[in-house]
């Protein structure tokens, strides 16, 4: 056995800035055997490298259902089977009959309802002249949209957001098991209350109602697994990235004054933050199937393998320059929303809001900057945020 890499040593820092540590780690080889920091503080193999992290994404030995790694996932006993953690062929059933309401279409269709939402909250925040980016904007953005497209009612989001602040950065192993279950009890409730209410013109609605052609539809417990990861996927990650984005153009100051003097480049923002400082660190775990080896390490059946997505997007040997933050660069084929068939499905959406986000925002906002220091890095190695974000700025009235 590989000696093991206490990455708890590691002390805050990793935390506040975990890139030199990944540079150092791939200096001696893109796989390594670690220990995560506090609170999951177990053992794991570590990739780091593009190119290892890329196959590995994609590599169908390591496998996503816990099950067959001999470890029973709290998501399927309390929630049920959804796209990550399940494999082929159940994977593939399973994402046919989502793809089939989770349309390109309906996806643009939101486009005007997006810029609407925008709008309302900068209406309701830029008076005030200074505001916690994440509060204010950023959370209630992406948490609106995938509620309204769920058809979750508003007045259950305020409590839906503790219980996914809890899932995606868990306080405590404790905490974030009361979080599981109290978000699987309300998931059955919502979908039981849509099937009652007869048919609906949102997400779920459309996934209750779904049939392949040979009949076979989503049952309760697939139902609120993929409510479940289309809750907290859709709208989790997203508020980092806008945060995140956010935060690298007002420290980039010639990166933000490009963009502001060319729109267009919003987009190659967005997709230049998702590489450079992505809202999703590492993947969910995968397990060996089957002896293998990667980039010649040899892991065993069961082993428990992390891919950091972060680590990838920051490999040299891909990117020139990894650490400079750059919105012309030619960022394609970066693994911040994952690669092979556990392609995030939301991807186009987490794009479309974004943009909208920091297109809207900097153009209402033009004397935007930042009013102090951020707030802490959110806890553990899946997602890549902060907690908050204060802010400053001079208005700029909408356009009518």
């Known amino acids: 056995m590989a000696d093991v890499i206490d990455l708890g040593e590691y002390g805050e820092g990793f935390r506040a800035d975990p890139y030199p540590v990944y540079a150092a780690l791939r200096a001696l080889g893109p796989v390594h055997r670690v220990r995560l920091p506090e609170p999951e503080a177990y053992d794991t193999w570590l990739v780091v490298g593009y190119d290892e992290a890329r196959a590995a994404l994609a590599d169908p030995r390591l496998v996503k259902d816990v099950g067959r790694g001999g470890i029973l996932a709290l998501e399927e006993r309390v929630i049920g089977k959804h796209l990550l953690i399940t494999d082929p062929p159940q994977h593939t059933r399973l994402r046919s ?38 509060e204010a904007f950023a959370y209630p953005l992406p948490l609106t949209v995938i509620c309204e497209l769920l058809g979750v009612p508003e007045i259950d989001r ?14 405590s192993p404790e905490a974030s098991d009361r979080a599981f279950d109290r978000l699987g009890v309300y998931l059955t409730e919502l979908i039981e209350d849509k099937r009652c209410a007869g048919p609906a013109d949102d997400l779920l609605g459309a996934l209750i109602r779904t049939t392949a052609e040979d009949g076979d539809r989503l049952s309760v417990s697939e139902l609120r697994g993929m409510a479940f990861l289309l809750l907290i996927a859709g709208h989790e990650t997203t508020v980092n990235l806008i945060a995140n984005g956010v935060y690298a153009l007002l420290t980039h100051q010639e990166q933000l004054a490009a963009v502001r003097a060319d729109p267009a480049l919003v987009d190659g923002a967005v997709e230049e933050v998702l590489r450079h400082e992505g809202p999703v660190e590492t993947a969910t775990f995968r397990f060996a199937a089957e002896p293998l080896t990667i980039a010649g390490t040899a892991v065993e059946p069961g082993d428990p393998v992390l891919i950091s997505l972060a680590a990838a997007g920051r490999d040299g040997d891909r990117y020139p320059a990894p650490d400079r933050f750059d919105v012309r660069r030619d960022t394609r084929g970066h693994l911040a929303f994952g690669h092979g068939i556990h392609y995030c499905l939301g991807a186009p959406l987490a794009r479309l809001e974004a943009g909208t986000a920091l297109r809207t925002l900097l153009r209402r906002a033009p004397g935007l900057s930042l009013d102090g220091p951020p707030g802490p890095w959110l806890p553990g190695m899946l997602v890549r945020g902060r907690r908050s974000l204060p802010v400053r700025w001079q208005e700029r009235p909408p356009l009518t």
């Not at 602040?165 to 868990?170: L, Y």
Request: hydrophobic share 45%.
């Open 97 to 134: 009959l989502v793809t089939r309401a989770f349309t390109a279409r309906r996806v643009e269709s939101l486009r005007p309802r997006i810029q609407e939402i925008t709008d309302d909250l900068l209406d309701a925040m830029l008076p005030r002249g200074r505001a916690d980016l994440v």
């Open 158 to 171: 305020a409590g839906f957001r503790d219980m996914s602040d809890e899932v995606v950065a868990p306080t």
